[in-house]
């Protein structure tokens, strides 16, 4: 090889090696501009987009696992503005379709994206899968049609619709006094009022997630899965709830009642079964709230509404005189018809006097003499005492949503008085919602044990089922106490030929005629008739609680709630499978079925 | 015997080139199926991505058809449906007068329902990519060379 040749080889190779430098340093520094990370940090919008996730609410099942409270798909429609190429078309089919303003979609349609104006305009929400159904329909047949020579063919290109949730309630009005209802018509606000669906709102929305979705496959690791609320699983029992409303609606419009509660309670465990009242929204239309709700309607009455009680407190001051060891069963008092007390004199509610009688007959007869006797022997530290044991001074805690409570008046509150230590011992003077007196009621029927009442029995929180165990909230009695005076409370019922006998199953109870507070006093024609009974009265399985807000058919409890109390209990006894005495203790060590 | 082959060397020079040929083909060959590996990789990571993009879409359905299919249900199974069916059908509800309990020897009341399995100790999630999808090549010849030091681990399958 020649020198020149070399030499020209040399030459080249420099070149080619300073051209080579400058590209990569140029590179380098390219890539190293302003320009670059702006591209770099704009790319990253093409990765991936991040999307809050919100989960499907948990759905609310009762104890047999029939759903109350679940989720639908609904769909939200709107029109993509930089895909429209037709917007008559697509203005044309959304108003026949979803029923709305032609002009209206066609000026959204006709705009131009940018300068102000939305890329996406929303045109409808919470579409149903119907109408979703008729848009595709429409959409594939456009798509087939085949073009003939310059025929421009119609599409409603731009027309977008998406899947979402909606809460739905396929039980509609049943048990929605306990469900509550949630604003789905608020999709990223909405939240859960009264019931269950305010008091479980943050469990039963679950978490919402920022999730990231990658454009690029790679970067899938891993798939983000959001969790879906917590479901609920309840005391509830839908049949039992059914029965319970259809016998409300019936026992209101047979007394003339202006309303009404009734509490079907399981003592053992405090699980409420059932919980009627009236009126009662469906909550899958709870715009209709404020019409259906006027101030001041509770939307529970069974949690929220406080009433004097009346005569079925009377279970509570017995309770307390003979736990207290005042009296027993056998104990007489001399009734004269009237008691002297604070400068007030108390009366038996037929104004008569009863003469001797025993504890048992107190109760049978209901008389307020006696009453007030027991109460003020114990004294007002004994007997508030137990009335605070009794949980009356504070809320039960339930886990619903809207429950209220009235201060418990004690001794040395500027509102106390004195007489208050009497007609507090036969319910009046003091004020409890229907939820106050079945807790305290039911520590008698539940060997003086007294359980948090509650509606929800199991969660399934991230696919695990936990169950929620029954809380003891005091022993405000002994059981000793509970067996004499559930005892005594069968006799009494069975001695007056009570009109909640119910035929082959013994059941203790007790009448209630609380008398309704005016600005001008006690009123004597209207009345709050309550009735609280529970059996079978050896092993009870439920206790109910009837409370009918004046009445016009009679103010009695004994002539109004306790035949609701009867003819509820009826029914109450085939549906969870209790069968009568006379089999049941026959063979009281032997599972039975129906 | 060295002097033979550096003769052999210099009568024929052409030897030389063939071995520096040989060198850049055997380079080049290197990088070739390196590079092929890592497409293959690639594509098929590529692939398994956008399965698993459409599985995650078809998850959101089919959750969505449950949800829809569990409320349908719910409605049929209403207590406000069951009673119209049981009023068509000419029936209506037993009576206290009407039960018959029968004594069952060793029958057990049924349970609550169940939704889900009691709480137990969670499992980890496994990414549903393998290393060799999301390792670099030179990750991927390291844990190889690794596993070949170590005892066998039984293979995962893709569970997206």
Request: aromatic share 10%; charged share 20%.
């Amino acid at each position: 090889m020649s020198e020149s040749i070399k030499t020209r080889f040399l030459v080249i190779c420099v070149i080619c090696t300073v051209v080579a430098g400058i590209v990569g340093i140029q590179m380098i520094r390219i890539q190293n501009t302003e320009a670059a990370q702006r591209l770099l940090d704009a790319s990253e919008n093409y990765q991936g987009v991040n999307r809050v996730v919100y989960p499907d609410r948990g759905n609310i099942y009762d104890s047999k696992g029939r759903l109350l409270a679940g989720n639908e798909t609904s769909y939200e429609i709107g029109l993509d503005l930089n895909s429209i190429t037709q917007p008559e078309t697509v203005a044309s089919i959304a108003a026949s379709v979803l029923g709305l303003d032609y002009a209206q979609i066609l000026g959204y349609a006709q705009m131009t994206p940018g300068n102000g104006n939305p890329v996406y305009h929303v045109l409808d929400d919470f579409v149903s899968q119907d109408k979703i159904i008729e848009l595709e329909t429409i959409k594939a047949d456009y798509g087939s049609r085949k073009a003939k020579g310059n025929e421009i063919l119609p599409n409603i290109d731009g027309l977008l619709w998406t899947a979402h949730s909606q809460r739905t309630y396929p039980e509609e009005t049943l048990a929605s006094n306990i469900l509550g209802f949630y604003s789905y018509l608020d999709r990223t606000g909405g939240i859960g009022y009264f019931g269950l669906e305010e008091a479980y709102d943050s469990q039963l929305a679950g978490t919402p997630q920022e999730v990231f979705y990658a454009f690029d496959p790679q970067r899938l690791s891993t798939v983000e899965e959001v969790p879906p609320g917590v479901t609920l699983i309840l005391t509830l029992d839908r049949e039992i709830q059914a029965m319970t409303e259809k016998k409300l609606d019936e026992a209101i419009e047979w007394s003339g009642a202006e309303g009404g509660t009734i509490l079907v309670y399981d003592p053992e465990d405090g699980g409420v079964i059932a919980m009627a009242t009236a009126p009662r929204l469906d909550p899958n239309k709870y715009w209709e709230y404020a019409e259906l709700f006027p101030n001041p309607t509770p939307y529970n009455a069974a949690i929220s509404k406080t009433y004097e009680p009346g005569s079925v407190f009377k279970v509570l001051t017995m309770a307390a005189a003979l736990d207290s060891g005042l009296v027993d069963p056998d104990t007489r008092f001399q009734d004269t018809g009237a008691f002297n007390i604070g400068g007030a004199t108390i009366y038996n509610w037929n104004m008569g006097a009863w003469g001797d009688v025993d504890m048992t007959e107190c109760l049978q007869y209901s008389l307020n003499v006696c009453m007030s006797w027991l109460s003020t022997e114990m004294g007002p530290d004994t007997f508030y005492t137990y009335l605070k044991s009794f949980g009356l001074d504070r809320k039960t805690g339930i886990d619903l949503g809207g429950e209220s409570n009235w201060p418990l008046k004690l001794p040395g509150d500027s509102l106390w008085y004195e007489v208050d230590l009497a007609t507090n011992s036969f319910g009046q003077g003091i004020s409890l919602t229907p939820i106050q007196m079945v807790m305290a009621i039911s520590s008698v029927a539940n060997d003086g044990r007294m359980m948090a009442p509650h509606l929800v029995k199991a969660m399934v929180i991230d696919g695990q089922q936990y169950d929620v165990d029954p809380v003891v909230v005091g022993n405000p009695i002994k059981a000793e106490t509970a067996h004499t005076l559930t005892n005594m409370l069968v006799n009494s019922l069975e001695n007056e030929a009570s009109n909640a006998l119910v035929e082959g199953y013994s059941v203790a109870g007790k009448t209630g005629t609380g008398e309704i507070a005016t600005p001008y006093g006690y009123s004597a024609t209207e009345t709050n008739a309550s009735f609280v009974g529970w059996g079978p009265a050896e092993d009870p399985k439920f206790l109910v609680y009837v409370w009918l807000e004046k009445p016009s058919i009679s103010i009695w409890g004994s002539e109004v709630a306790a035949p609701v109390f009867s003819d509820l209990v009826s029914k109450l006894v085939v549906l969870m499978d209790i069968p009568p005495d006379s089999v049941r203790l026959a063979g009281s060590n032997k599972t039975t079925g129906q | 015997m060295k002097k033979d082959i550096l003769q052999a060397y210099k009568q024929a020079p052409w030897r030389v080139q063939i071995q520096w040929v040989g060198v850049f083909l055997l380079i080049v060959i290197a990088v070739a199926t390196v590079a092929g590996l890592y497409l293959y990789i690639s594509g098929r990571s590529a692939a398994t991505g956008r399965r698993i993009q459409n599985l995650e879409s078809e998850l959101a359905t089919l959750h969505r058809q449950n949800n829809d299919l569990e409320t349908q249900l719910g409605e049929i199974q209403s207590e406000r449906a069951l009673s119209e069916r049981i009023n068509s059908l000419n029936m209506r509800s037993l009576t206290i007068d009407e039960a018959l309990y029968l004594e069952v020897p060793g029958y057990v009341p049924a349970e609550g329902p169940s939704f889900a399995p009691p709480p137990t100790i969670k499992e980890e999630r496994t990414p549903i990519l393998l290393p060799e999808f999301t390792n670099t090549f030179i990750e991927w010849i390291a844990s190889k060379l690794q596993a070949g030091t170590q005892s066998p681990t039984p293979t995962i399958e893709v569970q997206p």
